[in-house]
């Protein structure tokens, strides 16, 4: 599996929920490939309307729309050589789903008013936390693209499935963001690590890291104590089957 991630060519697609690590995971597929000297590009599907996210992807000439005052490279290009991460692919319009699927196949892209076909050399990975299998059905998503994009399919499990990674993961983001913030700050106390480790961290590591930069900040000794960590990491009940 290392050597076919390693592929120039092959789309990976990364599925789980949000706050498993799947920016994290691209980068360093990215770092691990061929093209981890080129740039590596991320555009979040779902973070703007749908004509600016074209402009985004596929690029736009002068006087293309309003406001396009001078011409723009999309992404598609701009990424030349690297690798371009297309989070949150599943609320991609579908009318851009098309024009992306045409791009990948053709490895050429036209931008917004323009009549060329510029060539492009980039691997795209894809995220989301949608069930893709469930959208293609409710038409929601291409079929052709979604096979197009999961040539390699990897899935991130929730935090709350790999307890065993939190004391781990608390103690590298203490390390990083205690000497960010200049704070002598090294260990959890045993009762603070007690309750890192039987909350079930819905926002998965993003909320770990969260709940770690609010104790470094909160810390007035050489160590977390429970006093520093949210109320709902706090009071967490552990449900017992």
């Known amino acids: 599996l290392a050597a076919e991630l ?49 402009s985004e992807l596929f690029g736009h000439e002068r ?7 001078s011409r723009r490279d999309g992404l598609l290009v701009s990424a030349e ?40 050399d980039v691997r795209i990975i894809a995220a989301t936390n949608r069930d893709l299998e469930a959208a293609v059905e409710q038409g929601r998503f291409r079929e052709d693209l979604f096979y197009r994009v999961n040539v390699i399919h990897l899935e991130l499990p929730p935090l709350r499935s790999r307890s065993g990674d939190v004391l ?17 700050i090294s260990k959890f106390s045993a009762a603070a690590a007690e309750k890192l480790a039987a909350y079930d961290w819905p926002g ?14 909160l810390s007035h000794s050489a160590q977390v104590e429970v006093q520093d960590l949210p109320r709902k990491v706090r009071d967490f009940q552990p449900r017992h089957v």
């Open 204 to 217: 998965n590591v993003r909320e770990l890291r969260n709940c770690v930069e609010r104790a470094v900040t």
């Open 63 to 69: 006087g293309s729309f309003t406001d396009a005052r």
């Open 168 to 184: 781990l993961l608390a103690q590298a983001f203490l390390g990083e963001l205690a000497v960010r913030s200049g704070r002598p």
């Open 81 to 120: 050589g690297g690798t371009l991460l297309l989070d949150e692919i599943g609320d991609m319009p579908l009318a851009l789903q098309a024009k992306l699927l045409r791009a990948i196949e053709e490895r050429t892209v036209r931008a917004l008013g323009s009549n060329l076909e510029v060539p492009f």
């Open 6 to 54: 390693r592929a120039e060519y092959l789309g990976v697609l990364l599925l789980g929920e949000p706050g498993v690590g799947k920016e994290v995971m691209a980068g360093r597929l990215h770092e691990l490939s061929p093209r981890a000297q080129r740039p590596m590009v991320r555009l979040n599907c779902a973070a703007m309307p749908e004509a600016l996210l074209e």
